[in-house]
């Protein structure tokens, strides 16, 4: 079978790009890649990016002729999942300097930045003939209620594009702080998928080799998100203390969290095997592991596993560290600070997953035929009664 490059349209900093996804471990593509035109790396996100235009995609094309399968499906027509919800196509707005400068001045996440990017220049097309700071916010609003009302879009994309323009105006501009007359959503709160403990391990003991079970078993086991994985540096291990340092996790707080003592010899294992430098998970040049990497190791163990549930990612191996915990007993003010979450109500949402929990709640009804049955002084026929309720 040929190996797959994957080419996805998206944004850098306003601009119009192909993100560019190749296995890491072929070194004859690997050489070809080199050879795209204008091809850059995105030292934030970790990933190949080349402009977003014709010249450069035939080229990519006749370069991987006959060695690799150029999968282009996301730029020129619609996936499954967005002919199932249909997706923004941005317009070619430039997003001013002055917006990615205060952004990056305010110290917003590199995935904050491209998704305000991508959205305001998604604005800034729209009105592409006029003065932004001309416009007003009738218009605005008008703006807003058009995509609501004519694309499918969720309820936290809504936030994000209100988000993205109240930026330029009171961030950039230094507007007055002003509320657009639409009616903003709150955040779903829908319920997790979990993994059992049995699949979790399925998961664990169906990867390829020492650094990709230490990475899925170091995210399940202290409950990291994908980017504080990735973020871990060899010093953020503490092997006595048996504790790892979160650093600048979301929210630019940092946390202690647990290590488990069954990791330890793996970790010892890795290191020793693949001495990492800089960051715990190193990929290509020494750099960062992308979180890319870390979701191909998962998707494929988890179908090794022979698991096939809906709606899984590796965030899920996190929101399973917490149920487990939860059900072993742990308080849950303890698995708040272990997570990170700034409130309780956040962590409250793992009492709503615990089938083992819940399973130990004892129903009204047994024990109010429970506290009969054990009254003798019940007569043979409300025993009956109790009896054929019970049956």
Aim: hydrophobic fraction near 30%.
């Amino acid at each position: 079978m040929k190996p797959k490059i994957i080419l996805k349209k998206s944004f850098y900093y306003g601009q119009p790009i192909f993100k560019i996804d190749f296995p890491e471990d072929n070194e004859r593509i690997k050489a070809l890649v080199k050879l795209i035109p204008e091809r850059k790396w995105c030292e934030e996100g970790k990933y190949l990016y080349a402009p977003n235009d014709k010249t450069i995609l035939k080229k990519i094309f006749s370069l991987f002729r006959g060695v690799a399968y150029v999968d282009a499906n996301h730029v020129f027509g619609k996936s499954l999942s967005q002919k199932k919800k249909e997706k923004f196509e941005y317009s070619k707005g430039i997003v001013p300097p002055e917006y990615v400068q205060t952004l990056e001045e305010r110290r917003y996440s590199p995935n904050t930045i491209n998704t305000y990017c991508s959205f305001f220049a998604m604005y800034v097309g729209h009105f592409r003939d006029r003065t932004l700071n001309e416009i007003s916010k009738k218009e605005i609003e008008d703006y807003i209620y058009e995509i609501i009302n004519k694309r499918n879009i969720s309820h936290s994309t809504q936030n994000q594009i209100i988000n993205a323009i109240k930026f330029y105006y009171e961030k950039v501009l230094g507007c007055e702080r002003t509320v657009y007359e639409i009616n903003r959503p709150k955040k779903e709160r829908r319920i997790p998928e979990v993994f059992t403990k049995d699949e979790v391990i399925r998961i664990l003991s169906n990867t390829n080799n020492i650094k990709h079970r230490t990475i899925l078993t170091l995210i399940y086991s202290a409950g990291l998100r994908i980017g504080e994985a990735i973020n871990m540096k060899p010093g953020d291990v503490d092997l006595t203390r048996k504790t790892l340092f979160v650093k600048q996790a979301k929210g630019k707080k940092d946390r202690i969290t647990t290590l488990s003592n069954h990791i330890i010899p793996m970790l010892i294992e890795y290191v020793t095997e693949y001495k990492p430098s800089t960051y715990l998970f190193e990929g290509l040049n020494k750099g960062k592991y992308s979180a890319t990497s870390v979701r191909k190791i998962f998707y494929k163990a988890s179908r090794k596993a022979g698991i096939h549930k809906t709606g899984i990612r590796v965030h899920t191996l996190r929101h399973s560290y917490a149920t487990h915990l939860l059900e072993n007993g742990i308080d849950l003010r303890y698995i708040q600070t272990l997570l990170g979450h700034g409130s309780i109500k956040t962590t409250e949402i793992y009492t709503h997953v615990s089938t083992e929990t819940i399973s130990k709640i004892k129903s009204p009804l047994d024990g109010i035929i429970d506290e009969m049955l054990k009254n003798k002084a019940n007569s043979e026929s409300e025993i009956q009664e109790i009896k054929l309720i019970s049956t």
